[in-house]
């Protein structure tokens, strides 16, 4: 499993090489080493290699998880793989659907601001619910899709226009 994190603004990749006998985390292509935690949430501990390990506490904040560990406070974010798709495809303007499915909810309404991550649609998929979100700060400028729709993956789901420029 393969996904990218941003941290402080710096955007790693991290691989899980392996899960058994334990967890192997490759970071930005380097030699795997072993991790884990221990703990709970009030008490946590983080092991990276058979001789660090870190006293970790954590504050979400939305899709951001503030991360304190020897003296230094970090931000933390993983990446939403949609979006970085829709970014390097250029679709910015078009809310795409990772997989085919229906419309559960429609959140958000033709000519209402938007603001990257807001969420403008519920969608499902084999018993699966995602929350489809605005790529970028907008007004939608269509929705194409109302509550029990049916789609095919890459359907565009909503368009956004950018803001009026006295906005």
């Known amino acids: 499993m ?3 994190l941003d941290l402080d603004g710096t955007i790693h990749t991290i691989d899980i090489a392996a899960r058994k006998p334990e967890i192997l985390v490759e970071i930005d292509g380097r030699a795997p080493v072993e991790a884990g935690c221990s703990g709970n949430r009030n008490d946590l501990y983080v092991e990276v290699g058979p001789e660090d390990t870190f ?4 504050a979400q904040d939305g ?9 230094r406070t ?3 974010r ?7 798709a829709q970014d390097s495809a250029g679709g910015n303007d078009d809310i795409r659907a990772p997989m085919p499915g229906t419309v559960i909810e429609v959140l958000k309404a033709a000519g209402d601001r938007v603001s990257r991550g807001d969420k403008v649609m519920t969608i499902e998929s084999m018993k699966l619910q995602t929350s489809l979100a605005a790529p ?10 109302a509550v029990g ?11 956004l226009e ?3 420029e006295d906005d």
Do not use: C, Q, S
Request: charge should be neutral; hydrophobic fraction near 50%.
């Open 78 to 84: 993983i990446e939403d793989p949609v979006a970085a």
């Open 55 to 58: 006293k970790v506490a954590t």
């Open 162 to 164: 950018p803001l009026a």
């Open 2 to 4: 393969t996904f990218r």
């Open 63 to 71: 899709d951001l998880t503030w991360v304190r560990m020897n003296g």
């Open 136 to 145: 970028r700060d907008g007004v939608l400028a269509e929705v194409l899709h």
């Open 74 to 76: 970090f931000r933390v």
């Open 149 to 159: 729709d049916t789609f095919n993956k890459d359907a565009t789901i909503a368009r």
